[in-house]
Nanobody
Framework: QVQLVESGGGLVYPGGSLRLSCTASGFTFSSDAMSWYRQAAGKERESVAIITSAGSTHYAASVEGRFTISRDNVKKMVSLQMNSLKPEDTATYYC???????WGQGTQVTVSS
């Protein structure tokens, strides 16, 4: 049974940092590209970052230089380090398996003073 479980969301001041984690099970994690998406209230879900099975990464222009995606194939975990957070980063963040097109349940990130 495939599972993607996100954690690490919360409330943070502008300029602050958060680290999101997604723990995977039910598939061969090391073989699959993994992504983080986000969806703000009233907006469409958008891609934030992707990491391939080989470790190559790509970021949305809006987060380039502030966010870092990484993976630990032993722990079957993909993480998103978010620095210099802005109010416009407020959204529900989702972990996504690109091959089997499976979503996690999401974790809320709120950036506000």
């Amino acid at each position: 049974q495939v599972q993607l479980v996100e954690s690490g969301g919360g409330l943070v001041y502008p300029g602050g940092s958060l680290r999101l984690s997604c723990t995977a099970s039910g598939f061969t994690f090391s073989s699959d590209a993994m992504s983080w998406y986000r969806q703000a209230a009233g907006k469409e879900r958008e891609s934030v970052a992707i990491i391939t099975s080989a470790g190559s990464t790509h970021y949305a222009a809006s987060v380039e230089g502030r966010f870092t995606i990484s993976r630990d194939n032993v722990k079957k975990m993909v993480s998103l380090q978010m620095n210099s957070l802005k109010p416009e980063d407020t959204a529900t963040y989702y972990c996504y398996n690109n091959r089997i097109k499976y979503w996690g349940q999401g974790t809320q990130v709120t950036v506000s003073s």
